[in-house]
């Protein structure tokens, strides 16, 4: 049972331009989304959180957007560079609950056009 | 460098023999959390630790696998009897641990190290 949902296993963007990663949920439990970018043969590297009291949180470029109706999260990035060309996971939790681990999606492939 | 230490980067074994996967966590955290990525997959989470308490395991497959956080000296995921099927990426992360001081802080956030990756021939 797939929890979290990436349907896109890749994007490919021009440098400069917004992109936009997406991520679906099924479990109505999670308060807590963070998005990772990982490089091959590197580990997941933090890049932004939200909780579900808010709907939007910005650093920098990155924008991560919550709409808890539907269940979905997106992740903006702008403008686009060529060093984010990487895999981006998204990952879901239940913020203090008895456990506090992280379920992932399976990630997407983002590659930036220069 | 303060980030999470795993070893060895990479580990050979045959199918049979038993693999020992180290983590180190960032200073001043005490949570500890094993994943696997199995090729093409994204990450599943394994086992949850706090210093010499098992706090989550339901990723665990029920055989072969165990997980330590003794107090002293690192996190250990210990995988007997090695198939082929175990050759994964395994990653270890590490967070201070949930504060009730503040709601929703980044305090809960995992941070990575650069992974172990097991080969079993």
């Known amino acids: 049972d797939q929890q979290v949902k990436q349907n896109s296993p890749s994007l490919s963007v021009q440098e400069g331009r917004i992109s936009i990663l997406n991520c679906d949920y099924t479990n109505s439990m999670f308060d807590y989304f963070l998005w990772y970018k990982k490089y091959p043969a590197e580990g997941p590297t933090f890049l932004i959180s939200?909780?579900?009291?808010?709907d939007k949180n910005e650093d920098g470029r990155f924008t991560v957007f919550l709409n808890k109706s539907a269940k979905h999260l997106s992740l903006h990035i702008v403008p686009s560079q060529p060093g984010d060309s990487a895999v981006y996971f998204c990952a879901a939790q239940i913020y203090g609950g008895a456990t506090n681990k992280l379920i992932f999606g399976t990630g997407t492939l983002l590659a930036v056009q220069p | 460098n303060a980030g999470v230490m795993q070893n060895p980067r990479h580990l050979v074994r045959r199918r049979g023999q038993e693999a020992r996967l180290r983590c180190s966590p960032m200073?001043?955290?005490?949570?500890v959390y094993w994943y696997r990525q199995l090729p093409e997959e994204g990450l599943k989470f394994m086992v949850y630790l706090q210093k010499e308490n098992i706090i989550d395991e339901s990723g665990m497959p029920k055989e072969r696998f165990s997980a330590e956080f003794p107090k002293e000296g690192p996190s250990i995921l210990r995988i007997q009897q090695v198939v082929r099927g175990d050759s994964a990426a395994y990653f270890c992360?590490?967070?201070?641990?949930?504060?009730?001081?503040?709601?929703?802080?980044?305090?809960?956030?995992?941070?990575f190290g650069p992974g172990t990756r097991l080969t079993v021939l």
């Open positions: 200073k001043g955290h005490s949570h």
């Open positions: 992360a590490s967070s201070p641990g949930p504060t009730s001081a503040r709601l929703f802080s980044s305090y809960n956030e995992q941070f």
């Open positions: 939200i909780s579900s009291i808010k």
